[in-house]
Each structure stands twice: as structure tokens, then as C-alpha cells.
């Protein structure tokens, strides 16, 4: 029914980011091939470009809460920058 739809409120961070943990927890359901791919593919080029312009502030990934995706669907750059909480 119609009614007993439960959604979560998903709240952009103030870069305009959500995690994909969170994208994936309001759709209750995985990723199409295709769009893990494409996935994929956005956060090793986020990557390689963050590498290229400065290998000691970057770190590994480790969970899908580390990944920002933007609203505009791009892999966001501070996924692979370490903040000054020195997240990893």
C-alpha cells in the first residue's frame, strides 16, 4: 500500500555530497551493473587527479561511507583527502 512506504531523509553535506552508504541504505537495494561501473570509473578518476596534484594528503578507501558522491553525480574530491580530523 501506497501508505507504508518508509523513506529516510538524506541531507546533502555543505559540499553538496551524500555517502554512497547512505544512497544505498534509502534505496534498500545494490547497484545495477552499469552503475557500479560508471562508479567505479568517477572514483579512480577522482583519484588519480587528487594523486596527481598531491599523493601525501590522499588515503585508501575502505567503506562505502567514505565515498561523497556530489548531487551533480561526480565522485567528490575530499572522498580521497585526508580533513584535518585525519580521517582515513
Known amino acids: 500500500m501506497a ?4 523513506f529516510s531523509r538524506c541531507t546533502l553535506d555543505p559540499n553538496g555530497c551524500l555517502q554512497l552508504s547512505t544512497i544505498l541504505q534509502s534505496f534498500s537495494a545494490s547497484l ?3 552503475r ?6 568517477q572514483s579512480a578518476k577522482c583519484m588519480v587527479n587528487e594523486w596527481n ?3 601525501n594528503s ?6 562505502t561511507s567514505h565515498l561523497l558522491i556530489h548531487k551533480d553525480g561526480f565522485v567528490h574530491r575530499s572522498t580521497v583527502k585526508l580533513s584535518s580530523s585525519g580521517k582515513f
Not at 557500479?36 to 570509473?41: D, G, M
Not at 590522499?58 to 567503506?63: A, G, I
Open 3 to 6: 501508505g507504508d512506504w518508509k
Open 36 to 41: 557500479a561501473w560508471a562508479l567505479c570509473f
Open 53 to 55: 596534484s598531491d599523493s
Open 32 to 34: 545495477s551493473e552499469e
Open 58 to 63: 590522499c588515503y585508501c578507501l575502505s567503506d
